[in-house]
């Protein structure tokens, strides 16, 4: 076994945070035959803060786990995206692609993360709950292998070692951090708040929706920050939620929490959402780390994952996916680091995986910037919905560009479009 290599090795990998990213990691690496141990910090099932929205780019990175997306599996199915913009609303499905299926889903964090998480387990994996990990563990040359961490209630230290650790710990990249790995203000950011709210007229909807202009019932003439979503969930419960990027003037200067209850307010009062008795929790919230805000995704035997590097799409928001899709991709270069049999060659298979990621999504990436920063300009997105939205094609070709659906080869004339955009930008 690769472990071998470290006779002392508690795993050949060991996975931080088994969120989407980290169980796809430990799915995808058990799936090459490594030794992979998967440490959460908390128990199942738990609550994070998503909006719950699954795009088609979601969907295929559930499938390539074997994980069954049917409705008698508990998935909410969706045919594509409502755009609402005051009195205007239009009406898109997901493209018809090769390369990604036909629709969307909609599941809650609560069972989704603990359904990932024991896939990982059926493919290999094992996982440990209740285990903190507060540290990175360090050789003499400075290389991590292993993590220092708290097990249980009783807070037990406890260190492991492995040849490769992969950092999964999500927004707050308290491993990163130990690396001297920060987060870059020249990126996008974003906040989110979200509450789930029991409303019979939208919980069985099959279009996400996604509400491009904001009021209050209080002063409605005036155009609020943000945009905001409602997905049904199908079992008589909507998520409602708005997210709020660091390109507008209010970033870090508004309660989000009243902003949601501002625009509730101005909903229909048959639809609930303005009764907290129909609240199902209280309103959580969470940053959205975009376009690689935190880089190198690799150095000194760590990898990041998902939200630990940054991978949230600054177009729509869309963190899972491209949590999920680096977890597989690190598994690859792991699988391959962990086959060759000295260390410099291990360590030249490692340092290429953050350009697999930077050629995969760094140019859309870097595109998905510009959008923030002009979107962020209230007169520049009155202009973009109220004029947009009167152009069926061209919405068309701006869900493909924000929910980066396209066929890489092949496709018609907009994927090209995009594609070509994509690798012309320079890569963040």
């Not at 292998?145 to 927004?171: F, H, M, N, Q, S």
């Not at 209050?216 to 997210?243: E, K």
């Not at 919905?385 to 069926?392: I, W």
Request: proline letters at 6%; hydrophobic letters at 40%; charged letters at 20%.
């Amino acid at each position: 076994m690769p472990s071998s290599l470290q006779p002392s090795a508690d795993a050949d990998v060991i996975v931080i945070g088994a969120g989407p990213g980290g169980s796809a990691a430990a799915y995808h690496m058990a799936s090459h035959g490594l030794d992979v141990l998967l440490l959460e910090k908390t128990e199942f099932p738990r609550e994070k803060v998503c909006g719950d929205g699954l795009t088609p780019k979601s969907v295929k990175q559930l499938l390539r786990m074997g994980i069954d997306t049917s409705t008698e599996a508990g998935w909410m199915h969706n045919k594509g995206l409502r755009v609402v913009a005051g009195p205007t609303q239009m009406t898109l499905d997901w493209p018809t692609l090769d390369s990604y299926p036909s629709y969307g889903l909609t599941r809650t964090r609560l069972d989704f993360d603990d359904l990932l998480a024991q896939r990982a387990v059926t493919g290999g994996a094992r996982l440990r709950t209740g285990v903190n990990v507060t540290g990175p563990v360090f050789d003499r040359a400075g290389r991590v292998v292993g993590v220092e961490a708290v097990v249980g209630p009783d807070k037990e230290p406890e260190t492991l070692r492995a040849p490769i650790v992969v950092a999964a710990d999500g927004v707050s990249g308290r491993m990163a951090l130990a690396l001297g790995i920060n987060k870059r203000d020249d990126r996008p950011l974003g906040v989110a708040v979200r509450r789930y709210y029991y409303c019979a007229e939208k919980h069985d909807d099959d279009y996400l929706e996604s509400w491009l202009q904001l009021r209050s019932a209080a002063n409605p003439d005036v155009l609020m920050p943000g945009y905001g979503w409602i997905f049904g969930l199908g079992d008589g419960r909507v998520n409602v939620g708005l997210g709020v990027l660091n390109s507008s003037t209010a970033f870090g200067r508004t309660n989000y929490r009243q902003l949601l209850g501002d625009w509730l307010s101005a909903t229909p009062e048959e639809w609930g959402m303005r009764d907290e008795t129909n609240a199902d929790g209280p309103i959580r919230g969470a940053g959205l780390p975009m376009g690689f805000n935190r880089v190198p995704h690799y150095t000194r035997g760590m990898m990041l994952v998902g939200d630990s590097g940054g991978m949230v799409n600054p177009f729509n928001g869309e963190g899972i996916a491209y949590a999920m899709e680096s977890g597989e991709v690190a598994a690859q270069f792991a699988a391959d680091a962990l086959g060759r049999s000295s260390a410099p060659a291990r360590e030249a298979v490692l340092r290429r995986y953050p350009r697999e990621l930077s050629d995969r999504f760094g140019g859309y990436y870097r595109m998905g910037g510009v959008f923030v920063k002009l979107i962020g300009n209230p007169t520049i997105m009155k202009l973009c919905t109220e004029h947009g939205l009167k152009h069926p094609l061209l919405m068309r070709f701006v869900l493909k560009l924000l929910a980066n659906l396209t066929d890489a080869r092949g496709g018609d004339a907009m994927d090209k479009v995009i594609n070509g955009l994509s690798k012309v930008a320079p890569a963040v």
